[in-house]
């Protein structure tokens, strides 16, 4: 599975590049952090709701830590999704230490 660090990630979007960020999390983990400019599709919810992906960008998916999101990939490949996807590594819980600190940790 293809992964992407959350520096990789903030240089894609200074940079402008067409992606599509999905938060795999759930709603109520969602109203404490996310990420600005991310798509929530929770993950119980992701195969039902692929035609939101879009297959011609990139699309980097990304959960607290990255193991739902890792599921989310496998569970779209699995399904037949074909777009060019990759699993944000350590999740928004990176992103809040190495990016954007005001982005809350929770537990």
Same mark, same amino acid.
């Given at each position: 599975? !293809? ?6 990630? !903030? ?22 952090? !996310? ?28 959960? !607290? ?43």
């Amino acid at each position: 599975m !293809k992964e992407i660090t959350v520096s990789e990630l !903030k240089a894609k979007m200074d940079a402008d590049e067409n992606i599509q960020l999905i938060d795999v999390r759930m709603p109520d983990e969602w109203a404490v952090a !996310k990420i600005e400019g991310a798509e929530l599709i929770p993950l119980p919810q992701i195969i039902r709701r692929m035609d939101e992906l879009d297959p011609s960008r990139e699309i980097i998916v990304h959960c !607290k830590m990255g193991g739902r999101s890792a599921r989310a990939i496998e569970a779209l490949q699995r399904a037949g999704f074909e777009g060019d996807m990759a699993n944000l590594v350590g999740g928004i819980t990176a992103w809040s230490r190495e990016i954007d600190p005001s982005v809350p940790i929770y537990h």
